[in-house]
């Protein structure tokens, strides 16, 4: 959690030009009480609702950080994202599964005359 990383003194900043600017992500600076600190990029849902005040500062002390792994690079980055909580949908497992069978069709359909 973004709690544990800053510590017990440690403290959590906002870079306003980052912040004020909606076409990215909100970058989070994190401190601990030693002076050791790091940024950390938020998701799009976070970002948003910092921005648009639904999350606090103080719900964001609670907020998990995740590990991402950037599609493109490979590189794996720290992003702190929404909690899942209310958000998840359950489904219960069938007393008896079905068995996908994928459509049949004839390849001259697929070609155009």
Same mark, same amino acid.
């Given at each position: 959690m973004v709690g544990e990383l800053?510590?017990?003194?440690?403290?959590? !900043?906002?870079?306003?030009s980052n912040f004020n600017d909606d076409s990215?992500?909100?970058v989070i600076v994190l401190k601990r009480a030693d002076g050791q600190s790091t940024g950390i990029t938020c998701s799009t849902a976070v !970002?948003?609702?910092l921005r648009n005040k639904s999350i606090t500062? !103080?719900?964001l002390f609670g907020f998990q950080v995740y590990n991402q792994i950037n599609t493109t690079t490979g590189e794996e980055?720290?992003?702190v994202g929404m909690p899942s909580g209310a958000e998840l949908m359950e489904f219960k497992t069938p007393a008896e599964a079905t068995v996908y069978e994928a459509p049949a069709?004839?390849?001259k359909e697929l070609v155009a005359f």
């Amino acid at each position: 959690m973004v709690g544990e990383l800053t510590g017990p003194d440690g403290s959590l !900043s906002l870079i306003p030009s980052n912040f004020n600017d909606d076409s990215k992500r909100v970058v989070i600076v994190l401190k601990r009480a030693d002076g050791q600190s790091t940024g950390i990029t938020c998701s799009t849902a976070v !970002s948003k609702g910092l921005r648009n005040k639904s999350i606090t500062i !103080s719900n964001l002390f609670g907020f998990q950080v995740y590990n991402q792994i950037n599609t493109t690079t490979g590189e794996e980055y720290p992003l702190v994202g929404m909690p899942s909580g209310a958000e998840l949908m359950e489904f219960k497992t069938p007393a008896e599964a079905t068995v996908y069978e994928a459509p049949a069709f004839d390849v001259k359909e697929l070609v155009a005359f």
